[in-house]
């Protein structure tokens, strides 16, 4: 087996607890050697409250699949590493649903960032991040999951 190399992105998830059953999920990008112009952490997407129950089970079954247990995390403070492929997925998601309504267009957009590669889950979410007006993708994103007229 090979040794992960020290110079891939650093990612980590955060869990806070806002009050009985308000938990808020947030991935963060941490500073490491690929990422130079990081220096501090950098909050990429999070999501709580309706939303987030409403995904809560594909969210689960992603951090299950990557050894996070979100019940152990702590209130405050330091959160769980997370592997780059889960990070950019949930971040995906969460900034993508964050304000949604509607809750057949978010499964539809849900599984649409599911079936995605992991290019294509990089390429939304580094659009959304870096580009001047983010709503336009993540508009534009939703509208691509949602069309029914879509191949």
Same mark, same amino acid.
């Given at each position: 087996?090979?040794?992960? +190399?020290?110079?891939?992105?650093?990612?980590?998830?955060?869990?806070?607890?806002?009050?009985?059953?308000?938990?808020?999920?947030?991935?963060?990008?941490?500073?490491?050697?690929?990422? +130079?112009?990081?220096? &501090?952490?950098?909050?990429?997407?999070?999501?709580?409250?309706?939303?987030?129950?409403?995904?809560?089970?594909?969210?689960? =079954?992603?951090?299950?699949?990557?050894?996070?247990?979100?019940?152990?995390?702590? &209130?405050?403070?330091?959160?769980?590493? &997370?592997?780059?492929?889960?990070?950019?997925?949930?971040?995906?998601?969460?900034?993508?649903?964050? +304000?949604?309504?509607?809750?057949?267009?978010?499964?539809?957009?849900?599984?649409? &960032?599911?079936?995605?590669?992991?290019?294509?889950?990089?390429?939304?979410?580094?659009?959304?991040?870096?580009? =001047?007006?983010?709503?336009?993708?993540?508009?534009?994103?939703?509208?691509?999951?949602?069309?029914?007229? =879509?191949?």
């Amino acid at each position: 087996m090979m040794a992960m +190399p020290r110079t891939l992105p650093r990612y980590e998830l955060r869990a806070r607890r806002h009050g009985l059953g308000d938990t808020e999920l947030e991935i963060w990008q941490l500073p490491s050697a690929a990422t +130079p112009h990081i220096s &501090i952490p950098l909050r990429l997407a999070g999501l709580r409250g309706r939303n987030l129950d409403l995904v809560e089970h594909r969210v689960l =079954k992603r951090l299950k699949e990557a050894g996070i247990r979100i019940d152990i995390l702590p &209130i405050e403070g330091m959160g769980s590493p &997370i592997a780059e492929d889960a990070a950019l997925r949930l971040a995906l998601l969460f900034r993508t649903l964050a +304000p949604m309504r509607s809750r057949e267009a978010m499964r539809l957009v849900a599984d649409g &960032i599911e079936t995605m590669g992991r290019e294509e889950a990089a390429y939304w979410l580094g659009m959304a991040v870096h580009r =001047k007006n983010p709503r336009r993708v993540l508009t534009a994103l939703r509208i691509i999951m949602t069309d029914p007229k =879509k191949s």
